[in-house]
C-alpha cells in the first residue's frame, strides 16, 4: 500500500514556474514508476510526465517536454514536477500516481495503482 500526498501548485502568472512535490508513505516506494497527470475541467485526464523507479528513465507529454522536468528523491520518497515557463493551457488539476507497469504502459492511467489527492495549478493570462 502507497498513500501519495501532493504539494505546492497555486496561482502564477503566464512565464513563470512552479514545484509540485508528492511525498509517498511505505519502504516500497523506491520500487514503484512515479508519474504526473493533470485534467482541466471539461476534459479527460492526461499524462503530463513519468520516472522510472530509479529515475534512470523519463518521459514527458509533447506538450511540456522542454518546460517541465520530473525527478524524484527515493531517499525522500517523494517525487517532483518542475514547472517553468508556464502558460494558461497548462491550468488544471495535476495528480501524482505510482504504478508498477512495463514502459509501454507508461501514459495509460489505468496502470497506475496508486493516487494523490490532487492540487490546483491555475496559469493566468
Known amino acids: 500500500q502507497v498513500q501519495l500526498e501532493q504539494s505546492g501548485g497555486g496561482l502564477v502568472q503566464a512565464g513563470g514556474s512552479l514545484r509540485l512535490s508528492c511525498a509517498a508513505s511505505?519502504?516500497?516506494?523506491?520500487?514503484?514508476?512515479m508519474g504526473w497527470f493533470r485534467q482541466a475541467p471539461g476534459k479527460e485526464r492526461e499524462f503530463v510526465a513519468a520516472?522510472?523507479?530509479?529515475?534512470?528513465?523519463?518521459y514527458y507529454a509533447d506538450s511540456v517536454k522542454g518546460r517541465f522536468t520530473i525527478s524524484r528523491d527515493n531517499a525522500k520518497n517523494t517525487v517532483y514536477l518542475q514547472m517553468a515557463s508556464l502558460k494558461p493551457e497548462d491550468t488544471a488539476v495535476y495528480y501524482c500516481?505510482?504504478?508498477?507497469?512495463?514502459?509501454?504502459?507508461?501514459?495509460?492511467?489505468?496502470?497506475?495503482?496508486?493516487w494523490g489527492q490532487g492540487t490546483q495549478v491555475t496559469v493566468s493570462s
Open positions: 511505505g519502504r516500497t516506494f523506491s520500487s514503484y514508476n
Open positions: 500516481a505510482a504504478g508498477l507497469y512495463p514502459a509501454v504502459f507508461v501514459g495509460v492511467s489505468g496502470k497506475y495503482d496508486y
Open positions: 520516472i522510472s523507479w530509479n529515475g534512470g528513465r523519463t
